[in-house]
């Protein structure tokens, strides 16, 4: 999934706003470096997913009949192989 910059820093923003929240969370670091290892850590996981999305879609090109995009069919088997590469991760 593709994400803009700006959203993507809205998120981070929300995540540390959030966690400063919690009267159980310190921070240790400023709130500036929290917020941008929450940003890392969501382009990490974006990244993740665009590359589960390709190898799902990768497998379903490769089959011997055109499955079209969209169909009930092709559905089916992307939950199948998207979940599969998840379950490769361990995630």
Known sequence: MRISRDKLNKLAHTVADSLAEIDQVDFLEERNMI???ARKALEKLLM????IDAA?????????KIIQ???????????????????????
């Open 35 to 37: 917020r941008q290892e």
């Open 69 to 91: 995009e969209g169909s009930q069919e092709w559905d089916i088997l992307y939950r199948k192989y998207y979940n599969d590469e998840v379950k490769k991760l361990g995630i």
């Open 48 to 51: 993740e997913e665009t590359k």
């Open 56 to 64: 799902a879609r990768m497998k379903i090109s490769s089959q011997r």
